[in-house]
């Protein structure tokens, strides 16, 4: 299902990371929020990932293996509420790399 060397969590991350490029910042906010298996926290990561989907589909670019991604962040950050900051300090740090979606080659690979 994730080709390469990408983690399941690669596409959320990489359209977070663009968003965030973009200054678009409240799906990254409120998944930065998350803390408990709370109900109101379950459903705020949940906005989160849905604000950032429409975002996506609104620019039309194709985002491969997305619907995984998602349903394995949701599962994650059910397990473990706090992963969602994790996820999303790592689009952000990511955006400030200036690599995510760029659409060019990484220096690395």
Known sequence: MFEGKHTPEEPV????????????????????RVEDRDEFYMKMAAEALYGALRYASAEGVPIPDIEGSVRYIMD???????????LALKALARAMSGDAFSGRASAEG
């Open 13 to 32: 991350v990489e359209l977070l990371a663009r968003l965030a490029r973009n200054r678009i910042y409240g799906p990254l906010d409120m998944l930065s």
């Open 76 to 86: 994650a950050i059910e397990r473990r509420p706090r992963y969602a900051k994790r």
